[in-house]
């Protein structure tokens, strides 16, 4: 092979390995991009379109919110947090991707009894108190339940909407969420846009 034809033949290797990588310059950033997206939906985030009005008026049906799944690794669950969760009656028929929305109500050993859609939450000394709910703006609260004694590690939870929500007081297999269902702490909501900010409890 003459020199000229050597010459040819380098040139050519150089344009195949500069496409590649001009290809791989383009492509690397939205591949890292892809794979810490996962990651953090994984390991991070949780995000959810909640699909009922049993949050109203804090969540609307729609709303698209964003939930802590690493908060409680640092803090338990606290009184009024919103949680997304794994709906206890479908993880019993084996179905662990229907999750819900909800407000926690009752902590471990604490007494939830309702009387006439009025909470009264006692503590395992017996003291007993009637729960703030500023935030049940869609209705006014009605019915007799409980008493429940919310089990060790679990939480009596509640949708702000109390007339219209299948939550804790109607659950069949259990009326309280394992702490190992909790996905994470609902912390932002983030469409509609116009409604776009925090949800955290210290808003109320």
Known sequence: M????????????KKQKSKLRETLDFFLPIIIALIVAMLLKTFIFANAVVPTGSMLNTIH??????ASRIEYNFN???????????????????????YYVKRIIGLPGETVTIVNGVVYVANASGKTTQLRDDFVTACTPTGNFGPYTV???SYFVMGDNRENSIDSRYWATTNYVDEDLIIGKVKFRYYPFDKFGKLDKEDY
Do not use: L
């Open 2 to 13: 003459d020199n000229e034809n050597i010459k040819n033949t380098n040139e050519e290797v």
């Open 61 to 66: 049906e729609g709303d698209r919110i964003i």
């Open 76 to 98: 338990d669950p606290e009184r009024f947090d919103i949680i997304i969760f794994k709906a206890p009656d479908e993880v019993a028929k084996g179905n662990e991707k229907e």
């Open 151 to 153: 089990p060790e590690n």
